[in-house]
């Protein structure tokens, strides 16, 4: 899905991200749409929805390699898609996880950059998410307060940040900043500088996986891992 002709198809949907095991309610939704061979939740889990959630537009499973043999296959049939449901209005919510903890970490796995606005700013965050120089380039956090940052490291007052995910997605650091009264073109323009620092080497999974196993890091999912094919706990 990270291939460019999908990532172009998909400006014309909504694309949501699960957490997989850190939300109960989001455990039994996603369950309803896919279970492994053994009866449970895997790690990842695909489908493509009409607008009310109703309907599945093509065949829900584990990954888009059950429906597509190829990204092209797939964009050509998302554009298809996107024609029979033209779009109705800009969206506004900031595209985020559940909270800072687990925002730090999924822009980790991504290998992306993170803003986080702390003590409000969630009108500016909107605004910024869905800025077209800054799609696809940044990871979003809900607002967080200064102690969710304290957990991971950073020492931060209110205010607009971008934020450096260390390998893991534990700790970060600080690329830029701005008070939460900044006006917007103050702040993307920053944004485009601090994209500059970013360390956006990507990731070989088994050897990540193998580095943190070493290390003794360990990410403790709020539910159980009942993926059979991963290590427990770990990612």
Not at 112 to 140: C, R, T, Y
Not at 141 to 160: F, M, N, R, W, Y
Not at 190 to 209: C, D, M, P, Y
Request: aromatic share 6%; hydrophobic share 40%; net charge positive.
């Amino acid at each position: 899905m990270s291939q460019k002709p999908v990532i172009d198809a998909s400006r014309a949907f909504i694309c949501i991200r699960p957490a997989t095991y850190e939300n109960a309610a989001e455990v039994k939704y996603l369950e309803g749409i896919f279970k492994g061979r053994a009866g449970t939740l895997e790690n990842t889990v695909f489908a493509m929805m009409t607008p009310d959630g109703m309907q599945y537009l093509a065949r829900p499973g584990r990954s888009p390699q059950m429906s597509y043999r190829t990204p092209e296959a797939m964009a050509a049939a998302m554009k298809e898609l996107a024609a029979k449901f033209p779009t109705k209005g800009v969206p506004s919510a900031v595209p985020a996880m559940h909270n800072f903890r687990l925002s730090l970490n999924t822009a980790a796995c991504d290998s992306m950059p993170l803003i986080v606005a702390v003590g409000g700013g969630e009108a500016q965050l909107s605004k910024l998410a869905w800025a077209p120089e800054l799609l696809g380039k940044w990871a979003f956090s809900p607002v967080a307060t200064e102690a969710d940052l304290k957990a991971a490291g950073i020492a931060a007052g209110p205010g607009i940040y971008a934020i450096e995910p260390d390998t893991f997605g534990q700790k970060g650091s600080i690329l830029a900043q701005w008070p939460l009264n900044a006006d917007l073109a103050t702040i993307t323009k920053g944004l485009t500088e601090a994209q500059k620092r970013h360390n956006s080497e990507g990731k070989v999974a088994r050897e990540h996986i193998n580095r943190g196993t070493q290390l003794g890091v360990l990410w403790k999912s709020l539910l159980p891992n009942t993926d059979p094919n991963g290590p427990p706990q770990r990612r």
